[in-house]
């Protein structure tokens, strides 16, 4: 475990944190500075930095579990919906170097992400990209 990760001592019981769900893989638990009420994480328990480093099984366990976590969550605060979000490195906003999602309950007109720089691609530039992707995948 890294020392310095906040997360792995969170999972080896060094700090506290409001627990909503663990089992021998996966914690969640409420986060301490939350965009709404009931904004929660969910995570490995073991420490990856990235989603693409987190061995399939273990993000099948996550995806496992998040559904039910979200409902429960989102029917606690009365919300109507739900953002689940994953950032992974410093420029994605991710702060924390310890593999999580984001539970983020939310409701009409509650401001969360109200700015979402959708843009445009130049004609032809977008099936060149997907192209590019696609070998990038087959290859990898
Ligand atoms: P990131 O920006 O890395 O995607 O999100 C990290 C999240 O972890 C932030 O929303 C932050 O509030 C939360 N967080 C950081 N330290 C702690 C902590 O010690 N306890 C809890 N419960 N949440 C934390
Ligand atoms: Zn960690």
Known sequence: MPEDCIFCRIVA??????KVYQNDQIL?????NPVSQG?????????????????????????????KIARAVVSAVEA???????NNGRCSGQLVEHLHFHIIPRRTGDGVFDR???GEYPAGFMEKLALKIKNLIKSS
């Open 80 to 86: 109507e919906g739900y953002n689940i979000l994953n």
């Open 28 to 32: 969640a638990f409420l986060d301490i």
């Open 116 to 118: 979402w720089p959708a």
């Open 13 to 18: 019981g060094e700090i506290s944190c409001s």
């Open 39 to 67: 904004h929660c994480l969910v995570m490995p328990k073991q420490h990856f930095n990235r989603f693409d480093q987190c061995p399939a099984e273990l993000a099948a366990e996550l995806a496992r579990h998040m559904g």
